[in-house]
């Protein structure tokens, strides 16, 4: 890749990196204002809940411990920490 193309396409997700940011300052600013205290409050308790609503399984997703799945999970992590295939 010539240097000039890098710097180029650098500048460029640069760039556009920080006017989604400015992007994302001003919704804000404009939905504090529209929406007041308690209004806005409820909005990023809302955004709060969709950004780590995939973290909520809390590896339920995965099987207890005790299941057929999570057991088969630890003699997997078991054979590996050993060394063995």
Sequence with gaps: MHPRKLVRDSLG???SSYLARLALLVRGV????VL??????GWN???LILDYGSYATC???QGPPW???GR???RGACSR?????
């Design 13 to 15: 997700v640069a760039l």
């Design 30 to 33: 404009v939905a504090a204002a």
């Design 36 to 41: 007041g205290p308690r209004g806005y409050g």
């Design 45 to 47: 308790a809302l955004n």
């Design 59 to 61: 590896g339920a997703l």
């Design 67 to 69: 299941s057929r799945a």
């Design 72 to 74: 088969a999970r630890r």
């Design 81 to 85: 920490a050993r060394g063995a295939p």
